[in-house]
């Protein structure tokens, strides 16, 4: 199978795919009501320092070694059993389960995001107590069907493969949501008292500066804000031809990932505080807060239709790349057809996340041993191993691979000095504070 391993058509196929991938619900959610609470424009500062050490060394680390192997996840137990690793064929376990595990629960909201979106296209939302209205199918049995809608939708993208499949979806939604985005933060500003929302997300408070929260929090953000789990993008690098700057592909998703985090907060708060809502972070916002702001908006319903269409697009293109991690393992492990490990794994991961349906106690907990234990340590697994376990000139020739400028010795200097040590301190902060993201 491997010699006929699918690839990326073209550059701007796989940066598109990585900007999917890294921008999901968290952008929309959580990245503003961070921003506003721990120093506005104070708070970019630390922000960006953590982007550059840890996103982006660790989406350079992830794709190039997937590149390099042309394998995912279980070619690197397979180069850990060479190198004489101790349990080199059980650790590869561990990022794969995290990050089905993610999609397991992260596919159970997206189809909450379906029935809003739907909701808006056939009922008159401001007849509804929001409120009551996100409590009556979440913890139920009504929630299984948009969770199954979801699976479906993730399952068929994934089944067609990279170019028809994965490539093609994200090459439709990334521009269409970044279009939309930016009319609806358009519509948000030109709202009365929408500047007030400005000022709490930009306003910058330097004190913040010296509260060691702020520095966890902004760390948090950038290590999970693009998916840096050792295995995401690892694959999809498994997909990526040697022409390709990684480097620069990168960059280029960070900044778009943080643009649309942005452009997502310009929209959300000063519309909330335009109405007079509270910037509150969580699904609350997403459910509860947004359609109340919508039914007060002139063109509310349009409006509410438009913008939960682009989380969709979010949500999709996130759910695809945590799916495809367990969907190659299982098509490496077994010898079987991309279609017949689409159905068998989106079959068991959605017969898994059935429970999370139906109590959001069990929910929440599953989704906080996932992010906050697990991601982290496959993180640790399969980079640690790449930047201490591989020869330091091979990882530095495959990240300069197409490059103009190389930067390949800097990047496993910061992997192994920086990036390692510095996501086990994301490991034990996300203990101490039961998640910093």
Known sequence: MNDKREKFSNKIGFILSCVGAAIGLGNIWLFSWKLGTYGGAAFLIPYFI???????????????????????????????????VPFAKFLP?????????????????????????????????????????FGSFTGNTESIFWHFIAVVLSVGVISLGVIK????????????????????????????????????????????LLNPITWVMALGQAFFTVGVSGSALLVYGSYLDKDVNISVSVVQTCILDTLAALMAGFIIIPAAFAFGYGPGAGPSLLFITLPSVFNNMAG???????????VIFAAISSAINQLEVPVEAAMEKFNISRVKASVIVGGILFLV??????????????AD??????????????????????????????????????????IVKIGKYIFVPGVLIILILGVLYGGIG
């Open 50 to 84: 953590f982007m550059a050490l840890f996103a982006y060394i660790g989406l350079v680390g992830e794709i190039s070694f997937g590149r390099m192997m042309k394998k995912g996840v279980l070619g690197v137990g397979k180069l850990m059993e060479k190198k004489k």
């Open 93 to 133: 376990i561990v990022p794969i389960v995290s990050v089905a595990g993610i999609f397991t629960f992260y596919v159970i909201v997206f189809g909450w995001i379906i029935k809003y979106f739907v909701t808006y296209l056939m009922v008159d939302m401001s007849t509804l107590n929001y409120e009551q209205y």
């Open 165 to 208: 499949g994965i490539e093609k979806i994200n090459k439709i939604v990334m521009p269409l949501m970044f279009i939309i985005f930016f009319g609806l933060m358009i519509k948000s500003l030109s709202l009365p008292g929408a500047m007030e929302g400005v000022k709490f997300l930009l306003n910058p408070d330097w004190d913040k």
């Open 300 to 310: 509310g319903r349009v409006l509410g239709i438009i913008f939960f269409l682009s």
């Open 353 to 366: 996340g059935l429970p999370l349906d139906l109590d959001m106690n069990l929910f929440g907990t599953f």
């Open 369 to 410: 041993t996932m992010t906050i234990y697990l991601i982290p340590l496959g993180a640790i697994i399969i980079l640690g191993f790449y930047f201490y376990g591989i020869d330091s000139k091979s990882i530095e020739y495959e990240i300069d691979l197409g490059a103009k400028h190389k930067v390949g010795k800097y």
